[in-house]
């Protein structure tokens, strides 16, 4: 084992056909302002178990000619910001082949090297590197290759437009669209340090006007996405406000638009992230501006700096955002991410937002796959409220989850309810809509089942519908499937009502082979608790008042199994369609029998 230590300002030069090799065990170690230079024709090779540390501003320069081979297992650490390995344009991957060097290295491409602390590799050889760069009138750059080691920042007045480029960011180089200053992504891809885009970069900040509207001139930064244009690698690839350098936002900044449509966020820790904005004409508050249409948002990878992804969408206290045809996906293995560490794709506090499909002759659906949630939505302090129509619903942990939301609209949507996985807990339940403490909700006309028969025996808990405390008001669940389920719906707590036309109704909904179809429990003893007293009506020569649900009638040894209301404590009167026990509207497996038309379970 060898060790060399360069000291701070001294300056090692490889010349004349020299060869540097750092065998596995040996390190290489510069302080600040120290240079190890490579000059023509000469070789820097770092094998498999070696060591090369850099602080402060020290630096490895390759130049035009010379050579640099890093073998995979070698340990680079660029320990501060300005400590960098930097290729001037020329430079040669690999050994110059003059040399012999036995066993022959096995060159790593650079960008699966992995690199430790706070400095980057910088390749100068295909690329523009710029400091600061400031637009404040219009500026097209189409076709451009370049990275950025400082800022770029847009002012009032400033417009880019990139078409068919490449721009690179370093871990602290960040796009700034000041108030009135637009970006327009066309087909172009904005990420880390090119050529790799490796490693993860903050982001871009859309500065806004909280007390302006979004139609005021010069009030908003803008920024727009198309035709396949790409943001990846930023710990938030938009930032709807001012950073206030502590992980939050500067208030009074608040109000910037993003408008996406075939738009990609990839591997990006948080997608967009919106803060609290109302956009008030002549004292109304209407829609904001901002929207997706035909988006999608992806983890397909580790993020690059090892970091646990968040959410696609964050919205925070804003109204109207429309998500149309957007697709929301974690794709990675359980081995590689457990579900619980697959992030959300819509989180929404006291926000108000519709997803629903693209529409044209072949209308796109808006999705969710493999998330830990697909939407979670909860409110605080006011009415906002939300509406998914005709979407898809993925193999998720949660497909939506609604907390202290009123008047919230579901339907048409299909949820693929997961049933397998490798790494659950123990106690986790997967999902499909769990509306807690929620009332004047309408879902109907949505399908939640398992695309494989139920493993039971060897199975974990998968339910459709979860309603807690929805409440004395008059809810109902109406025309939805459940197919090959633990559990079709799950009734809990106080949701029962004052009187027979109130409380929460189950009708019209259709059960197959699920393990479970309706079940209602309670966690303590009370007149509250439980569902409506009445489920359907008899009105004589009115086919429609009656409960209407279909049972899957299969046994499973639950003698409860088509509605079980042994928890609730409470009796309800069930009124179904004439029928006999092989009719499926006729429940079999309950409670207690009672007489033909009413059943008391």
């Given at each position: 084992d060898s060790y060399l230590h360069i000291d701070q300002n001294s300056i090692v030069e490889l010349n004349d056909l020299s060869t540097f090799v750092l065998e596995q065990g040996s390190t290489l170690e510069l302080e600040s302002d120290a240079l190890f230079q490579v000059a023509n024709s000469c070789s820097l090779v770092l094998l498999s178990g070696s060591s090369l540390i850099i602080h402060d501003s020290g630096e490895v320069l390759v130049e035009d000619g010379g050579y640099l081979c890093i073998e995979a297992g070698a340990q680079i650490t660029l320990v501060d910001e300005e400590s960098h390995i930097?290729?001037?344009?020329?430079?040669?991957?690999?050994?110059?082949?003059?040399?012999?060097?036995?066993?022959?290295?096995?060159?790593?491409?650079?960008?699966?090297?992995?690199?430790?602390?706070?400095?980057?590799?910088?390749?100068?050889?295909?690329?523009t590197y710029y400091q600061d760069v400031i637009i404040d009138e219009t500026v097209n750059w189409t076709s451009q290759q370049i990275n950025f080691m400082g800022n770029l920042i847009i002012e009032n007045g400033g417009i880019l437009n990139l078409q068919s480029s490449e721009l690179g960011f370093s871990k602290y180089s960040t796009i700034f669209i000041e108030r009135g200053g637009v970006l327009n992504n066309d087909a172009s891809t904005i990420s880390g340090l090119l050529p790799c885009s490796n490693t993860m970069w903050p982001g871009i900040e859309v500065w806004g006007t909280t007390t302006a509207s979004q139609s005021t001139s010069g009030a908003q930064g803008k920024i727009?996405?198309?035709?396949?244009?790409?943001?990846?690698?930023?710990?938030?690839?938009?930032?709807?406000?001012?950073?206030?350098?502590?992980?939050?936002?500067?208030?009074?900044?608040?109000?910037?638009?993003?408008?996406?449509?075939?738009?990609?966020?990839?591997?990006?820790?948080?997608?967009?992230?919106?803060?609290?904005?109302?956009?008030?004409?002549?004292?109304?508050?209407?829609?904001?501006?901002?929207?997706?249409?035909?988006?999608?948002?992806?983890?397909?990878?580790?993020?690059?700096?090892?970091?646990?992804?968040?959410?696609?969408?964050?919205?925070?206290?804003?109204?109207?955002?429309?998500?149309?045809?957007?697709?929301?996906?974690?794709?990675?293995?359980?081995?590689d991410a457990a579900m619980r560490d697959r992030g959300i794709?819509?989180?929404?506090?006291?926000?108000?937002?519709?997803?629903?499909?693209?529409?044209?002759?072949?209308?796109?659906?808006?999705?969710?796959?493999?998330?830990?949630?697909?939407?979670?939505?909860?409110?605080?302090?006011?009415?906002?409220?939300?509406?998914?129509?005709?979407?898809?619903?993925?193999?998720?942990?949660?497909?939506?989850?609604?907390?202290?939301?009123?008047?919230?609209?579901?339907?048409?949507?299909d949820f693929d309810v997961y049933f397998t996985s490798i790494f659950h807990g123990p106690?986790?339940?997967?999902?499909?809509?769990?509306?807690?403490?929620?009332?004047?909700?309408?879902?109907?006309?949505?399908?939640?089942?398992?695309e494989d028969p139920y493993p039971f025996p060897d199975e974990i808990l998968s339910i459709g519908i979860t309603v807690n405390n929805s409440g004395d008001d008059e809810n109902m669940i109406y025309r939805n499937?459940?197919?090959?389920?633990?559990?079709?719906?799950?009734?809990?707590?106080?949701?029962?009502?004052?009187?027979?036309?109130?409380?929460?109704?189950?009708?019209?909904?259709?059960?197959?082979?699920?393990?479970?179809?309706?079940?209602?429990?309670?966690?303590?003893?009370?007149?509250?608790?439980?569902?409506?007293?009445?489920?359907?009506?008899?009105?004589s020569g009115d086919e429609t008042a009656p409960a209407g649900n279909l049972f899957s009638h299969t046994n499973y040894n639950n003698p409860y199994r088509d509605f079980n209301n042994t928890l609730s404590r409470q009796g309800i009167y069930y009124i179904h369609h004439f029928g006999t026990s092989q009719d499926p509207w006729f429940p079999v497996y309950y409670q207690m029998k009672s007489a033909e038309y009413i059943k008391r379970i």
């Open positions: 930097v290729l001037n344009d020329g430079w040669i991957h690999g050994v110059n082949p003059s040399i012999t060097i036995t066993p022959s290295p096995n060159c790593e491409d650079l960008c699966n090297i992995t690199i430790q602390g706070d400095g980057e590799i910088i390749d100068e050889s295909i690329l727009t996405i198309e035709n396949g244009g790409t943001i990846e690698n930023a710990i938030t690839a938009v930032f709807l406000s001012k950073s206030n350098g502590s992980g939050g936002y500067t208030a009074g900044y608040e109000g910037g638009i993003i408008q996406a449509n075939d738009a990609h966020f990839i591997n990006n820790r948080i997608g967009v992230r919106f803060y609290p904005y109302h956009n008030m004409v002549s004292g109304v508050e209407m829609d904001n501006l901002s929207y997706f249409q035909l988006t999608e948002f992806l983890t397909d990878a580790e993020l690059a700096d090892e970091s646990t992804p968040e959410e696609f969408l964050y919205l925070d206290c804003v109204k109207g955002i429309t998500i149309q045809g957007c697709s929301f996906t974690n794709s990675r293995s359980e081995e794709g819509i989180y929404s506090y006291d926000a108000d937002f519709e997803v629903s499909w693209y529409p044209g002759q072949a209308p796109d659906s808006s999705t969710f796959t493999r998330l830990n949630y697909g939407v979670k939505a909860e409110n605080g302090t006011t009415t906002k409220t939300f509406a998914i129509n005709r979407s898809a619903f993925v193999n998720n942990m949660t497909g939506i989850y609604s907390k202290g939301i009123d008047n919230s609209t579901i339907i048409f949507n106690d986790d339940i997967f999902g499909g809509l769990y509306l807690d403490n929620c009332t004047g909700y309408t879902v109907e006309e949505n399908n939640f089942y398992n499937t459940f197919d090959q389920l633990h559990m079709g719906i799950l009734a809990q707590n106080r949701n029962r009502g004052i009187d027979y036309t109130t409380g929460l109704k189950l009708k019209c909904n259709i059960c197959t082979a699920n393990r479970g179809d309706f079940a209602v429990t309670a966690d303590t003893a009370s007149a509250n608790k439980g569902i409506s007293i009445h489920q359907g009506a008899y009105i």
